[in-house]
């Protein structure tokens, strides 16, 4: 892992993390290993447009790669969006050595993993994540995948990328609403593993957290941190049999909640926003489950309900029979990865940086703490 310069490696995975990282893109493409590999970039509209200007500014030999655009948001991460990107790798007579760079938010380095993995059985790949919710989470770790129908990331593969720019720019180009969904994966960074951390961005405050410029070091640190924490577990397990769960705090019922916003076909939730959501419910389970005190219980519920409360508005508006509404994410929750033998399980935390996987929660638990999120 490389941050700011300083060469750090620790895994298959070069990771480069800084305010100026796709600088280093240009160099990893002279060595002896990609000079003569086909490159295909993957962006979507927004990135297309934004991003690849500055990377190709930052790296000439993308001169002569291909672009493929495809449509953003979570509805185009799916088997018609990789079958149309096959086709075109497949057009452009791309071979085993050629290389996909990935330059977009989760849903495009999330599909074009996924697209990288099985092509002639994986062809290597690079993520340049331009969204904070691909910087904190998604392009690092290599998880790919697609939804299939509504449900979230059901297809898929544990592939790593060869590498990964994390260039802290890109975050200029976006706006509050998506800074915010990406925090999410912040914030759960810090309640797994870094109570430290937890406490300064309370000291920071819920309502100052997006009038601080990204480019300041409070922002700087806290991507950092989120990066090297989730490298570290990724480090420690891959393929996700033990450790790797912890960071899935918030994400069962978050992926439910946004399972159900994908079937009903609005698209104002974004997948960080769920997740918010997820941690407010799993937080409710945490101290009823895992033995979080009330104290902490409540601060947590307060910061990420005024952190996320329009968020919280929007599933609340969205449904007109709660208890239908209930048992409908109940039974998402069925689908969820962590499942074994019919049980759902979840991570949980004991307190801020203390986290515990495998708990199991019955059906009205589970009810309970879904209702948090309608009070
Ligand atoms: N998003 C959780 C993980 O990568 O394991």
Not at 100 to 122: C, E, P, Q, W, Y
Not at 168 to 177: G, I, S, Y
Not at 191 to 203: E, F, H, N, Q, V
Request: net charge positive; with cysteine.
């Amino acid at each position: 892992m490389i941050l700011s310069g300083r060469v750090v490696t620790i895994s298959r995975t070069r990771i480069h993390c800084g305010p100026s990282a796709i600088q280093e893109l240009h160099t990893m493409l002279l060595m002896q290993e990609y000079r003569n590999s086909r490159i295909f970039v993957l962006v979507d509209p927004n990135t297309g447009k934004h991003c690849l200007p500055l990377l190709a500014e930052a790296c000439p030999e993308l001169g002569a790669a291909s672009v493929f655009e495809i449509e953003g948001g979570e509805e185009s991460k799916s088997m018609l969006t990789a079958q149309k990107i096959w086709d075109e790798l497949l057009a452009a007579k791309a071979d085993r050595h050629s290389l996909l760079i990935n330059l977009g938010g989760g849903v495009v380095t999330d599909m074009g993993g996924f697209v990288a993995s099985a092509f002639k059985r994986g062809i290597p790949y690079i993520n340049i994540p331009t969204s904070l919710m691909g910087m904190a989470d998604a392009a690092v770790g290599g998880k790919t995948g697609v939804n299939l129908h509504n449900l979230k990331n059901q297809l898929g593969f544990f592939y790593s990328p060869a590498a990964v720019f994390i260039d802290t720019r890109f975050l200029k180009t976006l706006p509050e609403t998506h800074l915010r969904s990406g925090f999410a994966e912040i914030v759960k960074s810090a309640l797994i593993g870094d109570a430290i951390l937890w406490r300064r961005i309370l000291r920071q405050g819920a309502g100052n957290i997006f009038a601080m410029n990204t480019a300041d070091r409070i922002w700087q640190e806290m991507i950092m941190k989120t990066v090297t924490f989730k490298n570290r577990i990724v480090c420690q397990d891959f393929r996700e049999l033990k450790t790797r769960k912890i960071l899935n705090f918030g994400h069962t019922i978050g992926h439910a909640v946004e399972s159900l916003h994908l079937g009903n076909d609005k698209k104002t939730l974004l997948h960080g926003d769920a997740v918010a959501l997820g941690m407010i419910a799993e937080t409710w389970l945490s101290n009823i489950k895992a033995g979080l005190s009330d104290t902490e219980t409540l601060e947590i519920i307060t910061f990420l309900k005024t952190l996320y409360h329009k968020q919280c508005g929007l599933l609340k508006s969205s449904v007109t029979d709660t208890t239908r509404i209930l048992d409908e994410l109940c039974n998402l929750l069925l689908h969820d990865k962590k499942n074994k033998n019919g049980e759902i399980r979840f991570t949980l935390i004991r307190s801020a940086g203390k986290p515990k996987i495998n708990i199991t929660a019955g059906r009205d638990e589970i009810r309970s703490a879904l209702n948090t999120l309608f009070e």
